[in-house]
């Protein structure tokens, strides 16, 4: 599924034209069963769900990349914040004080990263982001494959 995503979005998207294959009913209920979607696997994964998240938005929504990054970290927060308290309850997290100076360090590099990130924005081309994008879900399917 990563890959065709990918490829999809390398070859079968053009940049410019930011128009919903859906509009009106059809496109929210495509909305909530992709976010339904979404949410089980990045509660299933623990992760945000990005990786499926921004390609939705750009592919089937006719976002521009940029904007669906933003919309994403504002979808994403509600799922990390459920994932969080669901995964608290069972103690879960206890493994992170094992891990500590692994975590604390990872975070603040996501953070700076994130700040470095947000001013590249600006910079960095649409024509850019959507081939890094294709080319960090290449590596995923890569990865998840060879795990599997």
């Known amino acids: 599924m990563l890959v065709a995503i990918a490829l999809v979005l ?3 998207h053009d940049t410019t034209a930011h128009q919903a294959l859906l509009t009106g009913p059809a496109q929210l209920f495509v909305g909530v069963v992709s976010g339904f979607f979404i949410g089980v696997v ?3 994964l623990g992760v945000a769900g990005g990786e499926l998240l921004i390609p939705t938005l750009v592919l089937l929504f006719g976002v521009d990349i940029k904007l669906a990054g933003s919309l994403s970290l504002a979808v994403s927060l509600p ?3 459920v994932g969080f308290i669901r995964y608290s309850r069972d103690n879960s ?3 992170l004080a094992r891990y500590r100076p692994f975590v ?3 975070a603040a590099g996501s ?3 994130t700040f470095i990130g947000s001013w590249l924005l600006g910079i960095v081309p649409t024509d850019v982001l959507l081939p890094i994008l294709a080319a960090i879900l ?3 399917a890569v990865k998840v494959w060879r795990h599997a």
């Open 79 to 81: 799922t990390m914040l």
């Open 138 to 140: 290449m590596i995923s």
């Open 111 to 113: 953070v700076a990263g």
């Open 42 to 44: 990045a509660a299933l």
């Open 10 to 12: 390398v070859v079968g």
């Open 93 to 95: 997290f206890s493994v």
């Open 104 to 106: 604390l360090v990872m």
